[in-house]
């Protein structure tokens, strides 16, 4: 198990496949490809770069902007690709776990009327065919890119797609639930 936080590593990741990118990029590059698996708020992706930073895993420098303010860009140091690749190496210690509001609200659902329920899965199917169709851009673009970068987060996102259509055929089992079952 790693010391740390594997959210510090996957900012560290961040990067290391970004070089020389600022904070502020960084997050919206997390916003558009981390997010689907692992959610980084921006305020933690800042406070992992200054820990990193203490840790000498990656090197801030200050760049100077004429028309817009100063900003610190991050590249990974020796000791952080270093770091990166042990941690890459070490198997996770479990599969993961997927924090979801709409099954949480549905395990207590037995509190709301069948309609509501029933809404909170039809709002659930839309939510999770914009992210399917989201993913599935992504897929492709990277597809048509050999670099190993594109090629690692082609895995990432079919891997999304796919999971988010195994739960599409969960929101039509527990529909046909709902439809018939005596609440």
Request: proline letters at 7%; charged letters at 20%.
């Amino acid at each position: 198990m790693s010391e740390h936080p594997e959210t510090t590593y996957a900012v560290l990741g961040l990067v290391d496949k970004l070089p020389g990118s600022s904070g502020y990029e960084l997050a919206g590059v997390a916003a558009n490809s981390l997010a689907f698996f692992w959610p980084v708020s921006r305020t933690l992706l800042y406070r992992e770069l200054t820990r990193l930073s203490a840790m000498g895993w990656v090197e801030p420098t200050r760049v100077e902007q004429t028309h817009a303010p100063s900003k610190w860009t991050y590249r990974t140091t020796s000791d952080g690709q270093r770091a990166l690749s042990d941690w890459l190496a070490t198997p996770p210690d479990s599969a993961g776990s997927e924090r979801n509001p709409v099954l949480l609200r549905l395990f207590f659902s037995y509190r709301l009327p069948p309609e509501q329920a029933r809404s909170l899965l039809s709002g659930y199917r839309d939510r999770l065919e914009m992210q399917r169709d989201q993913l599935n851009a992504i897929s492709e673009k990277l597809s048509a890119t050999a670099t190993p970068q594109a090629r690692a987060g082609w895995l990432a996102a079919r891997h999304g797609v796919l999971t988010i259509e195994a739960a599409l055929l969960w929101v039509d089992e527990a529909e046909a639930f709902l439809a018939e079952a005596p609440w």
